[in-house]
C-alpha cells in the first residue's frame, strides 16, 4: 500500500549547500542551505529567507561561494544553520580559515574542499524569500581530492540532508554508470 505524506518539503538527494559571502566591509559570512541546486546549464539556483545576512551581503556584492558541506566538519556545517552572521562572527567562532576567491568578490574556506563560485544573474524578492539565480563562474577542488584528475566524492566526504528526519547523510558507493546502464533495455523488443 502506498502511504501519502501530504504536502511537505521532501526530496531526496537534498544538497548541504554553504554559501560564503562577504559584507560591505569585506568580512566573511557563511550559511547552510538546502533549498537550492542547479537550474540550468552553468546555473544554480537558492531559496533564501530575505532576512538572512547572506541574502543581504548577497544583494550587496552580487557575488557568493557555495561550498559543499562535508563530514569532517559537520559540527560547522550544523553551526552555520544556526546562528546568523546579523548576530554573530560565524567565522571566528567556528575558526574557520578563509581565503579569497582569484574569480569574484567572495570568501573560500579551507575546511570545504570543493566549492562553486557565482555571479548573480537574477534577483526575485517577495519581502519574504528572495529567489536567486546565478552563473557558475568556476568550479574548484583541493587537488588532495582528486583521483585521476577528476573531483572524488569519496576524497570529499560529501553529505547529503534527509529533511525528513532533519539528519545528515553520508555518500554512498557508486551502483552504476549514468547514461549507459540504460541501454541495456534499448535493444530490448520483448
Ligand atoms: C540543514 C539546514 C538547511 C537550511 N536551509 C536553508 C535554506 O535553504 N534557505 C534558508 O533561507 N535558510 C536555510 N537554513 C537556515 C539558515 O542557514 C540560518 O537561518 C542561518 O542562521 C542564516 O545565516 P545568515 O543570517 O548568517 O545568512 C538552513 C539551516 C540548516 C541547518
Known amino acids: 500500500m502506498r502511504v501519502n505524506f501530504g504536502k511537505e518539503t521532501f ?24 533549498w537550492g541546486g542547479i537550474h540550468d546549464t ?22 557568493f561561494t557555495v561550498s559543499l558541506g562535508n563530514k569532517k566538519h559537520l559540527d560547522i556545517v550544523d553551526y552555520v544553520g544556526l546562528e546568523s552572521g546579523n548576530d554573530v562572527d560565524k567565522i571566528k567562532k567556528a575558526n574557520l580559515t578563509v581565503f579569497k576567491s582569484d574569480h569574484i568578490d567572495a570568501p573560500l574556506f579551507r575546511e570545504f574542499e570543493m566549492a562553486l563560485e557565482l555571479r548573480v544573474k537574477e534577483l526575485i524578492d517577495d519581502g519574504v524569500t528572495t529567489y536567486v539565480i546565478a552563473d557558475i563562474e568556476n568550479v574548484n577542488c583541493e587537488d588532495s581530492c582528486l583521483t585521476n584528475s577528476k573531483i ?39
Open 42 to 63: 552553468n546555473q544554480l539556483f537558492l531559496c533564501l529567507s530575505s532576512s538572512h545576512k547572506t541574502t543581504k551581503n548577497i544583494k550587496l556584492k552580487r557575488e
Open 11 to 34: 526530496l531526496y538527494p537534498m544538497p548541504v549547500l554553504l554559501i560564503g559571502t562577504y559584507d560591505e566591509e569585506c568580512r566573511p559570512n557563511l550559511m547552510n542551505a538546502a
Open 152 to 190: 572524488d566524492y569519496k576524497k570529499l566526504g560529501l553529505i547529503s540532508f534527509d529533511p525528513v528526519n532533519n539528519k545528515y547523510i553520508e555518500l554512498g558507493e557508486s551502483v552504476g554508470d549514468a547514461f549507459s546502464i540504460g541501454n541495456t533495455l534499448i535493444n530490448n523488443n520483448e
